[in-house]
C-alpha cells in the first residue's frame, strides 16, 4: 500500500485540477477512504513513521532527572523547599557554593540547572515533594495608647528601606498559661530584609532590648515601625524609644482584627519561625540565648543572603477573578545591593559578609543547633507526660 501511495503521490502532483479529480475518485474507489483523508495522505510532505506500542509520543525529553536530581535536590532542601519560581532564582546563588561542598558539575549539567524552566524544575522535583511533605495566638489587646498611636492610613514610601513591619509569635504549645518564649519578628518592606529575636514574655522591657539589638544590626536605619494592637508594641516604653530621638520613627498599628494589615510581617513569622520551631511549647528560659544565637546568625544570613523571594507588583480584579503580578525572585541582599538609599559603605559591609558565606555550611550549623535546642525542649515534653 505505501508503495502505491507513493507512486500515485508522484502523479498527484504533477497533475492538473481535473487530472487530480480522477486521481482521487481512483484512490477513495480502491482504498476506501474518505476524500479528505485521501488529500491529506496524498498533500503531506513525508510519510509518518508509524508508532510502535512502546513509543512514546511528543517531543522527546530535554531534561533527565538522573543527572540533574541530586544537586537539585541537595539545594532545594537547604533552601527550605522552594517553590519552582524562587529555586530558580536561587540555583545561580546556590551553584557554585554546591560544587565547592559536593564536587564540580559537567558542563551539561550545569547548563541545564541554570537554564530549565520553572515547570521543570517543578516537575523533576514532583518525587520528592512527596517524600518530604512540609495553632494558638497569643496577642493580647493594648488599650491604653490607642488614641496616641495612630492607625496605618497613609502609604508608606516602599521603594525605600527603613519602614518595617513588627509582630510576635507565641511558643506556647497548647496553651497560653504561665511562663514561655516568645519570638518577635520585623520585617523591611522594600527589601524583605527580615531579623527575628527570642524574649521570655511580653514584658515591654525585654521587647524593647531585643528591638534596640535588632536596629543596631539592619543595614539602614528604622523610618516607620508598624505593628498589630498588641500590648507588648502598644507602650509608653516603646512609644518614647522611638519618639524620643534625633530623628523620631513613625509609630503606626494596623486596624483590629485585620491581620492583612500587617502581611508582609504575617507571612515571616511562618517562614522564619513556626518552619524552624514549629508549635512546641518553650518554657526553658534558658533556650532563649540559644535562640537568639540562632536568629542573629544562621537564620539572618540564610534567610537575607541565600533566600530570594518574590514580592506583589500590582494586583486587580477582573470580573470574578484576582489576577496578581510579582516581581522577579530576589534575596532581600540583592534588592539592598541594588537600592540607591543605601550608601556605599553599608554595601561594601554587606559584600564582605557575603563574601565569607557557605549556605550549606550555614544549613549544617543551623540543623545541628536546632537539635540541641529541640532536646532540651523533647526533655521537658517527656517530663510533663511522666508527671501526669
Known amino acids: 500500500m505505501d508503495l502505491y501511495l507513493k507512486q500515485l503521490k508522484n502523479r498527484y502532483i504533477k497533475a492538473d485540477r481535473k487530472g487530480k479529480a480522477l486521481i482521487l475518485d481512483e484512490f477513495c474507489q480502491t482504498s476506501g477512504y474518505h476524500r479528505k483523508h485521501a488529500i491529506r495522505l496524498l498533500t503531506r510532505k513525508e510519510f509518518r513513521r508509524k508508532q510502535t506500542q512502546h513509543e512514546s509520543r511528543g517531543r522527546k525529553k530535554t531534561y533527565t532527572p538522573e543527572p540533574l536530581l541530586t544537586p537539585l535536590k541537595h539545594i532545594w532542601l537547604a533552601a527550605n523547599q522552594m517553590c519552582g519560581k524562587r529555586l530558580k532564582a536561587a540555583i545561580p546563588i546556590w551553584l557554585p557554593f554546591y560544587e565547592k561542598s559536593y564536587g564540580a558539575l559537567n558542563g551539561s549539567a550545569k547548563t541545564q540547572l541554570l537554564t530549565m524552566s520553572e515547570a521543570t524544575i517543578d516537575r523533576l522535583l514532583q518525587p520528592e515533594r512527596i517524600r518530604f511533605p512540609k495553632r494558638l495566638g497569643g496577642t493580647k489587646p493594648g488599650s491604653l495608647l490607642k488614641k496616641h498611636i495612630p492607625v496605618k492610613t497613609d502609604q508608606w514610601n516602599e521603594q525605600q528601606p527603613g519602614f518595617v513591619e513588627a509582630d510576635t509569635v507565641a511558643h506556647c504549645g497548647e496553651s497560653l498559661m504561665g511562663d514561655f518564649a516568645w519570638s518577635i519578628t520585623l520585617t523591611d518592606i522594600c527589601s524583605g530584609w527580615t531579623e527575628n529575636r527570642a524574649v521570655w514574655g511580653k514584658g515591654s522591657q525585654g521587647v524593647i532590648e531585643q528591638i534596640h539589638d535588632i536596629e543596631h544590626g539592619l543595614p539602614f536605619p528604622i523610618l516607620g515601625f508598624d505593628s498589630d494592637n498588641g500590648s507588648e508594641f502598644l507602650n509608653h516604653h516603646l512609644l518614647r524609644y522611638f519618639r524620643e530621638r534625633t530623628k523620631p520613627v513613625q509609630f503606626t498599628r494596623s486596624r483590629p ?26 518554657e526553658n528560659k534558658s533556650l532563649i540565648a540559644k535562640m537568639n544565637d540562632l536568629y542573629q546568625h544562621e537564620c539572618s544570613l540564610l534567610h537575607n543572603y541565600f533566600y530570594p523571594s518574590m514580592k506583589l507588583i500590582d494586583k486587580c480584579r477582573v470580573q470574578s477573578k484576582l489576577i496578581k503580578k510579582h516581581d522577579k525572585p530576589q534575596t532581600p541582599y540583592q534588592r539592598i545591593m541594588a537600592s540607591e538609599h543605601i550608601d556605599s559603605s553599608q554595601k561594601e559591609r554587606l559584600a564582605a559578609i557575603y563574601k565569607t558565606l557557605n549556605p550549606f555550611e550555614l544549613k549544617a550549623r543551623l540543623e545541628a543547633k536546632l537539635k540541641n535546642i529541640f532536646s532540651h525542649v523533647d526533655v521537658q515534653l517527656k517530663g510533663r507526660r511522666t508527671a501526669i
Open 257 to 282: 482584627y485585620h491581620k492583612d494589615d500587617n502581611a508582609h510581617v504575617e507571612q515571616k513569622n511562618w517562614t522564619h519561625v513556626r518552619q524552624l520551631f514549629g508549635y512546641y511549647r518553650i
